[in-house]
């Protein structure tokens, strides 16, 4: 394949993980909005160790594991902004 091939093919998986991002985002959002109505904190930092401990387990390479931890990081955080605006913590 050549670089344009690849370049495509690379769109398209960025198009899925864009959809996948998102998709988690609505599942964060949710958690939000039950941490709320159960009047638990937004930050769960067992919860996070865990996500980050799957990801480094679950990884095959070529990322580092190192590299992985740093995504899911910023996933993360990510995430906890939009936990923090479904419960009512965080204006955009």
């Known amino acids: 394949m050549g670089v344009s091939n690849w370049r495509k093919k690379i769109d398209e998986l960025d198009s899925k993980l864009v ?10 959002a949710e958690i939000g909005k039950l941490k709320r109505q159960d009047g ?4 769960s930092p067992r919860r996070e160790r865990e996500i980050l401990e799957r990801a ?12 992985v931890r740093r ?8 995430a906890r902004a939009v936990e923090e605006e479904a419960y009512g913590e965080r204006k955009s």
Do not use: M
Not at 56 to 67: I, V, Y
Not at 71 to 78: A, M, P, Y
């Open 56 to 67: 480094a387990r679950l990884n095959r390479g070529p990322l580092s594991e190192r590299a």
């Open 19 to 28: 959809e996948l991002l998102n998709e988690r985002a609505k599942c964060a």
């Open 71 to 78: 995504l899911f990081e910023r996933i993360l955080d990510e």
């Open 40 to 43: 638990e904190p937004i930050l």
